[in-house]
């Protein structure tokens, strides 16, 4: 049975994938879809409502997209948000003009009665980005919100289920707008919620168990949070049919290759082939003298794909090889939404050629990361492996400047097990006194290590020895990013440890670069 699902279509912009995150949060499935797809393409999903971004552009402007009038005749409701609100408008025949006055930011609207602001206060606060106004509504519609600057902050034709809103509902600092969202979906479109992750762990093993039949899957297993979902997901469905294979790069943070076995080794609940492949030494040779961070990616990425191959061709072939492909990946890589392809990261680089299977299966690419995590839940998995922050492909190649060796892997494993214990600790003690997470929570936190030695004293002796980088930053989507206030006194403690525990390290630095300019990572 397929799940009531809502459309994004997207008319550029960078709000589509946060925009079908919300939606989801109500427990409604939301696939993103250019508006570059036919009418036709649209109404093969059988939506329950159509939700139109915002765009970069005036929809005057002519490159500006537009889309087929008898979307609006189809019967199925419509919300427009900033540029689609002035597109639904422009289309349907009222007037859209630069404004008097633009509006950005925080911005109060006064609401009236409509089933959009249902438990929406009179008087809220949304997020407002618009240099265009809509002047004039079409024909049979009303407006319901404005603010002080904007005489159309919301319109709708009641009877034809359309809706639209300047601001963006979506965003956080609209105090109220998932709400509005909410009502959107359940009052105006009718949704049940029946997006469910118990229900997709389920529906998904059955489905995997039907297409898979009593075929060989190979699956490259990182020990981050997707591969290691997938790796449960295919082993409660289809057990010793799978063979994992899970490469220690030598380059994992401390204990990471020996947490991975743990759980999906011999002695863990899940019931697969677990093949490790202790390849540290066989990266270390290859990384030797090597510098330049690209060349140095491309050599960890390389070998990846060689020693996974070697591998796979002991198995023999196999029927198919699953990837841990997720929703922002698919709709990044421009198979979705309209916005253009910023990057594409992947654990893998690339696909092995010579691994023999028929067929690739990807059961997380209808997933965003949070529903990956409960899904992860839902199988058993282990907390600090499903809440696992982010962590490149490359892992702590990346984090290391210049030439990757043996010893530099040790202070940098055990520089950042230190920092991250002494974070966590740091965090769950103001959780506990004060019963949210503590303000200054980074997204992601990491030691690296810089390529700089310079001359300190211990005790009576001179040294000269290697500086450690601790790197924190604040984050929503990992594009742009803050240095997070990690208070003083952690800091102090993570250093002094650091220092007194760690043998070749003599100085700490805490990074306070922004993203940009800065990068998370160091390489
Ligand atoms: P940067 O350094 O580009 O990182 O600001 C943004 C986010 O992406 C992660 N990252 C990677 N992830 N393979 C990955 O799977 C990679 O090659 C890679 N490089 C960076 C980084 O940890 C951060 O979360």
Not at 83 to 108: C, F, I, N, W
Not at 308 to 319: L, M, P, S
Request: aromatic share 10%.
């Amino acid at each position: 049975m397929q799940n009531e699902t809502v459309i994004v279509l997207d008319f550029g912009g960078q709000y589509n994938q946060l925009i079908a995150r919300r939606v989801r949060e109500c427990n409604v499935y939301c696939e993103v879809m250019s508006y570059k797809n036919s009418i036709e393409k649209i109404k093969e999903k059988n939506p329950v409502g159509i939700i139109f971004t915002g765009g970069p552009n005036s929809v005057y402007d002519e490159k500006s997209p537009h889309y087929d009038k008898a979307i609006f005749e189809l019967g199925i409701p419509i919300l427009g948000i900033c540029y689609g609100s002035q597109l639904m408008a422009y289309t349907l025949g009222g007037h859209v003009d630069t404004a008097p006055v633009s509006e950005y930011g925080k911005t109060e609207i006064t609401t009236s009665e409509s089933k959009l602001f249902e438990n929406v206060d009179k008087n809220t606060v949304v997020w407002m980005s618009h240099t265009d106004y809509i002047d004039k509504i079409p024909e049979g519609f009303k407006i319901t919100a404005y603010s002080n600057d904007c005489p159309c902050a919301a319109y709708e034709n009641e009877e034809k289920k359309l809706y639209a809103v300047q601001y963006h509902p979506e965003v956080n600092h609209s105090v109220q707008g998932q709400q509005m969202l909410k009502n959107f979906l359940f009052n105006v479109c009718g949704c049940k919620g029946d997006w469910l992750m118990s229900d997709f762990a389920q529906k998904s093993i059955q489905a995997l168990r039907e297409k898979i039949g009593d075929g060989k899957v190979l699956c490259a297993l990182s020990g981050g949070v997707d591969s290691s979902v997938l790796a449960g997901l295919l082993s409660r469905a289809i057990g010793k049919q799978l063979t994992c294979v899970f490469v220690d790069h030598g380059l994992l943070r401390k204990n990471e290759g020996d947490e991975v076995e743990e759980v999906f080794g011999k002695s863990g609940t899940f019931d697969l082939n677990f093949v490790r492949v202790n390849a540290q030494e066989r990266y270390y040779k290859k990384l030797e003298g090597q510098t330049e961070p690209e060349s140095k990616r491309k050599i960890i990425g390389e070998e990846f794909i060689r020693v996974f191959e070697e591998e796979a061709k002991k198995i023999g072939a196999v029927d198919f090889l699953a990837q841990g492909t997720i929703y922002p990946d698919v709709v990044e890589s421009g198979l979705g939404g309209e916005s253009t392809v910023i990057k594409s990261h992947h654990n893998v680089g690339g696909l092995p050629e010579k691994v023999d299977f028929k067929e690739l299966i990807e059961p997380l690419r209808d997933l965003f990361k949070d529903e990956v995590r409960k899904v992860g839940l839902e199988l058993g998995l282990p907390e600090y492996l499903v809440f696992r922050q982010p962590f490149p492909g490359p892992g702590l190649g990346i984090r290391i400047i210049g030439e990757v060796t043996a010893d530099k892997v040790r202070i940098v494993q055990d520089s950042d097990y230190i920092y991250r214990e002494e974070v966590d600790k740091a965090a769950k003690a103001y959780k506990e006194e004060n019963g949210k997470d503590a303000p200054w929570m980074p997204n992601q936190y990491f030691a690296a290590l810089t390529n700089m030695r310079s001359v300190g004293v211990m005790g009576d002796e001179r040294t000269y020895d290697y500086a450690v980088a601790l790197r924190a930053v604040t984050t929503v989507d990992f594009m742009t990013a803050e240095s997070a206030q990690i208070p003083f006194e952690v800091l102090q403690t993570v250093m002094t440890r650091i220092i007194n525990e760690v043998r070749g390290v003599n100085r700490v630095f805490y990074d306070l670069t922004s993203k940009p300019p800065g990068t998370i990572e160091f390489e």
